[in-house]
């Protein structure tokens, strides 16, 4: 079975800094999808970025980039140039590219809490 | 606009008390899915449909139903037999295919609370 870690339960950034949350997961299946999703205050869940496993470029979206290492099954996220409005807490997830049971299971991290210090 | 739309927001339940959870798509997308959230336990699935009137048990289904006899809908029911379902439930839908289409959307979540 697939399981995803994210071994920082918070991470505090200053303002305008850079900071990278880690996310390791475990498979042996060759072809899936990895997510960051941001959970606000709000509590609505929104994709951040995706990553394609067959894909050996990392996934960048603006301010938000990843450092995908395949062989290391590694995936985090690196936040540039912080803003107030990035605290939250963030979930990796993954998902296999196979059709098993019935479904595309996703298989969530247990998340980073990420505090920005104006 | 397309999405996903939970309700209520809040729920209080009784002890013995069964209640239900509305979870309404409409983004057209075949598979749904429930999640229960807890405190340092990340997301964990309680039951998915693929397709209408077919339904699997996720990985912590006991104390749960659900049923999808429409595609746009997939509520989930909270019985009397879930010991500890004061939680944070967030429903969850996708297209079901590869590609560009493998994003999961979610709706804004139910906080449920037995009183």
């Known amino acids: 079975a697939q399981t995803v870690t994210q071994s920082q339960p918070e991470m505090s950034v200053q303002e305008a800094e850079t900071v990278t949350l880690s996310c390791t997961y475990d498979t042996s299946e060759s072809d899936y999808y990895l997510f960051w999703y941001k959970q606000p205050p709000s509590r609505q869940m929104i994709l951040v970025i995706r990553q394609e496993a067959y894909k050996q470029q990392n996934a960048t979206e603006n301010r938000f980039s990843v450092n995908f290492q395949k062989a290391a099954k590694s995936f985090s996220l690196k936040i540039s140039d912080s803003q107030l409005g990035d605290a939250a807490m963030y979930f990796c997830a993954y998902r296999s590219a196979f059709f098993t049971s019935g479904t595309y299971k996703y298989i969530f991290g247990t998340g980073t809490r990420l505090k920005v210090l104006a | 606009d397309g999405g996903i739309t939970q309700s209520p927001k809040y729920l209080f339940r009784k002890e013995g008390q069964n209640v239900t959870l509305s979870c309404e798509q409409n983004l057209n997308h075949d598979a749904m899915y429930w999640y229960r959230q807890d405190p340092g336990q990340g997301l964990r699935l309680i039951y998915y449909s693929q397709i209408v009137n077919d339904f699997q048990k996720g990985d912590i289904a006991e104390g749960y139903s659900v049923s999808r006899e429409k595609k746009e809908s997939f509520p989930l029911t909270v019985t009397s037999a879930q010991k500890n379902p004061t939680a944070f439930y967030l429903c969850?839908?996708?297209?079901?295919?590869?590609?560009?289409?493998?994003?999961?959307?979610f709706g804004q979540g139910t906080r449920l609370t037995v009183v």
């Open positions: 969850a839908s996708t297209t079901g295919t590869g590609g560009m289409n493998t994003e999961a959307f």
